[in-house]
């Protein structure tokens, strides 16, 4: 039985590694349907792996496992990464059917590590690549929410950093435009690395942009050989005392055609 165990554990992992190349992606891991695509090594799947106690007694580091607790807006989840292979998996239930989720941790600093959607049912599989060496602390899970309007000093929120998604047929970095006030001169602060088709990246204004604080900020994707996209909302890049906010982005198209989306923002409320 321990062999058993310790067997499906590994597939699934490699299952998780395989899809780290290709960015984090959402699955329906409820029914039979996951099984089967495993050859019949599970029995029949519940909404939540009932199984996944039993293999937490059973298997050892670098394999950790980390328990995400229901509240308001969400069931339990459970997060697994495999520190050798730099791979997880997360599971969900308990969300609303067919709502955006980003999963934030805090590992090293607060980051984005994952966006996926979740299923019908209102459960959620994200797969992926750990690019920490830290362990996660206050695993957490927000819905993105659909664009609104109007928040401080007349922008769209305060803004801690983009969460930005490359579905576009060439390779895009993140960047900001930025300035100390309307009708001043826009700067363009640093970027990312170049992201490919099919990844996403967390971008945060402070440390990875080099967006100073107290300034109006808004997206600018470089395209490499192609048309550079610059987003139409307006954030206030400020420290914010209740949380973390993110806004989420995904660009498109091609090379000579490239389409930026926004979708909204999801805020992590600081304990």
């Known amino acids: 039985m321990k062999k058993l165990f310790l067997l499906v554990l590994c597939f699934v992992l490699v299952a998780g590694s395989a899809q780290a190349g290709a960015g984090s992606k959402s699955a329906d891991v409820a029914g039979t349907k996951f099984a089967n695509a495993v050859g019949d090594y599970l029995p029949p799947l519940q909404a939540f792996p009932s199984w996944v106690s039993k293999i937490k007694k059973l298997v050892k580091p670098p394999i950790y ?4 607790k229901a509240n308001k807006t969400h069931g339990p989840g459970l997060l697994i990464v495999d520190f050798a292979k730099h791979t997880f998996i997360f599971w969900g239930t ?42 996660p602390t206050d695993i957490a899970p927000a819905r ?40 001043d001169a826009w700067s363009e602060s640093d970027h990312t690395d170049g992201i490919t088709i099919n990844h996403g990246q967390d971008a945060v204004l402070s440390t990875d942009l080099n967006v100073p604080d107290g300034t109006y900020v808004r997206i600018h994707a470089i395209v490499e050989a192609g048309a550079d996209q ?42």
Do not use: M
């Open 144 to 183: 993105v929410v659909p664009s609104e309007v109007g928040g401080s000093n007349g922008t769209w929120g305060i803004l801690y950093g983009f969460y930005f998604t490359n579905s576009g047929w060439f390779v895009a970095k993140v960047a900001a435009k930025y300035n100390k006030a309307y009708g």
């Open 230 to 271: 610059t987003g139409d909302e307006v954030f206030w890049s400020a420290p914010d005392p209740n949380g973390y906010c993110y806004a989420y982005y995904w660009i498109e198209g091609y090379t000579w055609d490239p389409e930026l989306n926004y979708y909204g923002r999801a805020c992590y409320i600081s304990p």
């Open 94 to 135: 308990g969300f609303k059917p067919q709502e955006r989720i980003l999963l934030r941790s805090s590992a090293g600093q607060d980051r984005v590590f994952a966006s996926g959607t979740t299923t019908p049912k209102g459960n959620l599989h994200i797969a992926g690549a750990w690019k920490s060496h830290n362990h």
């Open 65 to 68: 496992f980390y328990d995400v």
